[in-house]
């Protein structure tokens, strides 16, 4: 096959991206690389440094990765009664984000009022599969973006992702209700 004059070449991977692992699920976390051991002299070797008879492990790189951040709290109190930024989600909705199935839809929320279709279609276009964007006629700053599959619309939430679309509103992206 000729491409721009010059003969294309294909080579298979040995092992599967890091990008589609990470879509899959399978990604396992690459071992620490191995410490050398400086021995100056009239000094100690450093404890743990090579004492793992030559593997290249340690105990950091032993243990599993830690988990990843929950909601940070403050430690301010909150005024009785006194609403969540527009730009922060409550842990709760957090939580039920999560628990969504994936969807070819895509809910975006906290989007200023002047944002129409147009706007939109070009943020999302830019992504393989996008089908259409529609705006919810009475509410404003939510809208739903349809995709040609569940992968190709987890790829856009997943990059659009608190996107700032003024300095005020970063969009909050989940996947619709089924």
Do not use: C, W
Request: charged letters at 20%.
């Amino acid at each position: 096959f000729v491409f721009f004059g010059k003969p294309m070449r294909l080579q298979y991977a040995i092992t599967k991206s890091h990008v589609i692992a990470r879509l899959e699920g399978t990604l396992e976390p690459r071992r620490a690389a191995k410490r050398k051991q400086v021995i100056e002299f009239g000094k100690k070797p450093v404890a743990g440094a090579g004492e793992d008879g030559g593997h290249g492990l340690d105990e950091a790189a032993a243990m599993p990765p830690p988990p990843p951040p929950a909601a940070v709290d403050t430690g301010a109190p909150a005024a009785a009664g006194a609403a969540p930024s527009s730009t922060e989600a409550p842990a709760a909705d957090v939580a039920m984000e999560e628990q969504l199935p994936p969807n070819k839809i895509l809910f975006v929320e906290n989007l200023p009022g002047q944002v129409n279709e147009t706007m939109l279609r070009l943020l999302f276009q830019q992504f393989d599969g996008f089908g259409e964007v529609r705006l919810v006629p009475g509410k404003s700053g939510i809208a739903f973006v349809e995709f040609a599959s569940e992968d190709q619309a987890g790829v856009a939430r997943d990059a659009l992702q608190a996107f700032k679309v003024t300095p005020t509103h970063k969009m909050k992206i989940s996947f619709a209700k089924a």
